[in-house]
């Protein structure tokens, strides 16, 4: 073991387990040499990115999560630039000496061009296999930054999923929301980038399966017992954090091992580590994935009047209010309930949005449905 490759017949070996692999092919390669150098792809300096390839909106769209996450976060008030440094989105070219943008930097707030220039192989496929097995039923495949791709990937699962009626203690809790949160920031944050691979999510009758490219650091099934967190991209992470969407390294594992069973009884959740490989298997019911009973709609909820993102925006739907007003039209007097269980998710799949992003805490914030928002209220 040491910082350095080595050959032994001219080839260069994976140790794995008690098993030895020749690397073949680029990204074997380079994720080797990441692992010895302990090096990040989300670190890679990109000299040809400018703050021109980065969209602004999506500034004030982080610091909107950020404030239904914490109202009283230091990072609201910062400038794009500010957050960029604070952030860690800038690094130092070991070449010329320069700094520049990440390519973390480009994956959470760059345009889809600027995404495709910097890795051309990146996407994520989202594919529902009930019926057409080899094929597909659906599909959605997504190019764009990652902060809209939680969304987009969180519509899909929303769209072909069943939510259950849920009591914690004596509130009302998404048990969907609760899993796959845990299971689409996985495969946002620690996939690798460089890889030509596609991240994956297929939905099929009797199970949802996650896979996505990465660096092997642990070798076979992952359990609460032996879980070891490692951050294969710690800047994406640290930021997903931020706004709500990541609790720590780990949480994945433990609340999807403590709520699955919740969602589908006795159901055991499958993380694997394989070669350059991370794959989540969750089982579900044929209930849960909306195929059983002809009468009920897959993408509806028995109890979907009563699901918190749906009564907010139907309280939003005569016009603009402020968070008080809000609790007061929802007579919900627990301010961190409404803003866990209703005003959080809603701005996460931007249903809803600030009447005044630039200043998340002004006393004059209010909250107003989005085009999507009254798509969904419509629905």
Known sequence: MSSQLHKTGGNIFLRSEDGDYRVQGTYQLAGLLNRKLSLFSEQRTLPFATNNDLIPELFDKARALMHAYN???????????????????????????????????????????????????????????????????????????????????????????????????????????????????????????????????????????????CTQHHFGEITVDNLLPYSHNPVICKFMIQLGRFEELGSGVRNISKYLPLYTRGAKPVFKEEKQLFKLLLPLSRAQSGVESPTQSPTQSPTQSDNPVIRLLMALSDGELSSGDLREKMKLKHRQTFRENYLHPALNRSYIELTIPEKPNSRLQKYRLTEKGKKVLQE
């Open 71 to 213: 109202s009283h976060h230091p990072w609201l008030r910062l400038k794009n630039e500010e957050l960029l440094k604070i952030g860690g989105f800038f690094a130092e070219d070991p070449e010329s000496g320069k700094t520049s943008l990440t390519l973390a930097a480009v994956l959470l707030f760059g345009t889809d061009l600027a995404i495709q220039k910097a890795v051309p192989a990146y996407k994520f496929d989202c594919l529902l296999r009930r019926e057409n097995i080899d094929r597909y039923d659906d599909r959605l495949t997504i190019r764009t930054n990652l902060i809209d791709a939680y969304d987009l990937m969180m519509g899909f699962i929303e769209k072909h999923l069943n939510d259950p009626f849920y009591l914690e203690g004596d509130m009302r809790m998404s048990l969907r929301d609760k899993i796959f949160r845990e299971a689409v920031s996985n495969i946002i944050s620690h996939r690798d980038y460089v890889s030509g691979s596609p991240g994956r999510l297929i939905i099929y009758k009797d199970k949802v399966v996650f896979d996505n490219p």
